[in-house]
């Protein structure tokens, strides 16, 4: 069934005289398809709309989408927040001894169905207007698999420990000492263990108030990993942390499983979905307007069928077209690009922390991916590239080149809509055709525009800073942590744009990134850091992306291989055969 569905926050109905109701063909038969609700905005009626999409074509502000809603789900209505509200359609199923992933786009629903599956939401089953009591919710799973689980969470038989996507708003609802927090919550004794597996000690004397990103994401898995209960739902726990903390958080969740325990994890990185995951369940469908789970599909089969975008058991195309991932020749054996920007041995001493990178250079059309650990100057580089930052000693050697700068953090402070933000930053070109092809929309901007900086998302917000970023006549692009808050369609989509523009504009790019996947399908070559977070760094020169990736990954204990159908990089499991047989290779990168 097609219908029309609005998106209220770009709805401007006091200024366009309801168009929208003026032009359905509907209203003329004296059925009302589309009618005003009391917040002044268009109510669109499923039950009426014939989909004949006029009224997307005439709204002036791209308010109102015709999308395909899945008629054939009736049965299966698990929540619906309102008429013409967002909708999920079934209910994934944990299993005892298993990390069960959740995969899907940003505003699909997994996050909600953490909720529910943590009690904290009860599911109206699509009555909106009419929900269930927690009683009436279990009895209508009586005889399927849900039935004994939500008797449990319900009922007090058993709790589910949830850890939050947002863990940067954990500090407003809790205070106090890291320390004293996870001595209160150890109910399986395991602290001593969690703390040195997600390195916390020098954390423990700390008010919540004051850590990181990347602090509290680890301050948070601990504090849900050491509690007691059959069941523990983590929502992107690879979030702000580097790859090395990724892995070993991969590693204590995998753990969960071995104790007999129930797990499910929303992801968006693929490597450590893959890395961790026994089984997995898609969402697909319509970002904020429905979501559908799939059935339930094998690690590798299942992040394959996500790639292609087609569900072969429920004959589904939810992607028109498939991602495609590219095996690259290893870099040595192409000509050497000529020389655009070089820099002499660089160091920066801040007294606490000193940096140290070799001297090097790129060449043009050339992206530079920076591989490293969390407090080991990777963003201090960067800085320095773009003349943020004055080195102590050394500097580029062409110090005239123009460099366009996305800094690790965005916020909204900036006042003003999306669009006065890239009209600034683009100029003239705004106004150009190619310019909308290859920057407004492979970055998905098109429907921000109109929107004020302050009110958008995490995503939305990064999405924007890429486009700000990439916008700016530059010689050198250079980009820090471009995938945080996005989806892996859209980390896909950004990489693609990011790659077409340097070698359109023969430029050259720098992006820091801790997700391998976005790095492997980004990168030409790659630059490692290393050293004592904190403490001390050091980087040398660009190596090829091949004898970069294996540096780092040895350095990281990890192996990848290439997957034999969609050529996406996947983590070997620990002392699986691959992991040892690569290991005595010494090819800790795919082995083709």
């Known amino acids: 069934m097609r219908v029309a569905v609005v998106d209220k926050e770009r709805c401007r109905s006091d200024k366009c005289d309801h168009v929208c109701i003026r032009f359905c063909p509907m209203v ?23 989909g004949c999409g006029i009224c997307v074509r005439k709204c002036p502000f791209d308010a109102l989408r015709i999308v395909n809603l899945p008629d054939e789900l009736e049965s299966d209505h698990l929540h619906r927040f309102g008429p013409n509200a967002f909708t999920l359609y079934r209910m994934p199923t944990p299993r005892q001894g298993s990390v069960v992933g959740l995969l899907g786009r940003n505003a699909i629903g997994k996050s909600t169905l953490l909720r529910i599956l943590a009690g904290e939401l009860v599911p109206n089953l699509g009555k909106f207007d009419d929900p269930p009591t927690k009683e009436e919710v279990t009895e209508h799973y009586v005889g399927k698999p849900m039935h004994e689980y939500f008797k449990g969470v319900y009922g007090g038989g058993f709790k589910a420990v949830h850890k939050p996507q947002y863990v940067d708003k954990i500090p407003k609802v809790v205070k106090g000492k890291v320390g004293e927090l996870l001595e209160q919550l150890d109910e399986r004794n395991v602290l001593e263990e969690i703390i040195d597996d997600l390195e916390l000690r020098h954390l423990l004397d ?29 929502d992107e726990p690879s979030s702000f942390l580097d790859i090395y903390q990724r892995t070993r958080a991969a590693r204590i969740i995998r753990n969960l499983a071995g104790d007999d325990k129930m797990v499910v994890v929303a992801e968006h990185d693929l490597a450590v979905l893959d890395y961790m995951s026994d089984e997995i369940f898609i969402l697909y469908g319509e970002p904020d307007v429905y979501g559908i789970v799939s059935n ?82 990777k963003t201090t580089f960067v800085k320095m590239l773009a003349g943020v930052e004055e080195p102590t000693m050394g500097g580029v050697t062409n110090p005239n080149i123009k460099a366009s700068y996305k800094p690790q953090y965005i916020t909204s402070d900036v006042k003003g809509t999306a669009e006065d933000i890239l009209r600034a ?45 990439l916008s700016r006549d530059a010689d050198i692009y250079l980009l820090d942590e471009p995938s945080a808050y996005l989806d892996v369609e859209e980390r896909l989509a950004v990489a693609k744009a990011i790659r077409r523009i340097t070698k359109m504009r023969g430029v050259t ?31 040398g020169d660009p190596m090829s992306l091949e004898e970069g990736m294996n540096t780092f990954l040895k350095e990281m204990e990890v192996t990848f291989r290439r997957d034999g159908d969609t050529k996406r990089p996947r983590v070997n499991k620990p002392e699986s055969r691959l992991d040892k047989q690569q290991k005595k290779s010494g090819r800790y990168y795919y082995s083709s």
């Not at 004051?210 to 983590?234: C, D, F, K, N």
């Not at 054996?333 to 922390?353: I, M, N, T, Y």
């Open 206 to 234: 700390r008010d919540l108030g004051v850590l990181s990103g990347g602090e509290l994401q680890r301050v948070a898995i601990g504090t849900a990993i050491i509690r007691e209960a059959p069941i523990y739902l983590l």
């Open 425 to 469: 930053a683009a100029g003239t070109k705004y106004l150009e055709n190619w310019y909308k092809a290859e920057v407004i929309e492979p970055l998905h901007v098109k429907r921000m525009l109109d929107r004020d900086i302050e009110v958008l998302s995490g995503g939305e917000l990064q999405r924007l800073a890429i486009a700000e970023c």
């Open 28 to 50: 003329r038969t004296r059925r009302e398809a589309i009618r005003m609700e009391d917040d002044d905005k268009p109510y669109v009626s499923e039950f009426i709309c014939s």
């Open 296 to 377: 339930i599909h094998t690690v590798r089969e299942g992040i394959n069928i996500y790639i292609n975008g087609f569900i072969p058991d429920e004959n589904v195309r939810f992607r028109q077209t498939p991602i495609v991932f590219h095996e690259k020749p290893p870099m040595e054996q192409q000509k050497r690009a000529r020389s655009l920007l070089g820099w002499s041995k660089l160091v920066k001493d801040f007294g606490d922390f000193k940096l140290e990178v070799e001297e090097g250079k790129i060449g043009i059309g050339e992206v530079v991916g920076i591989l490293g650990m969390n407090g080991i100057g």
């Open 509 to 539: 790019a720098f992006v820091v990134e801790h997700d391998i996947v976005t790095q492997d399908f980004i990168a030409d070559k790659i630059m490692v850091f290393t050293g004592e977070s904190g403490v001390y760094g050091h980087a």
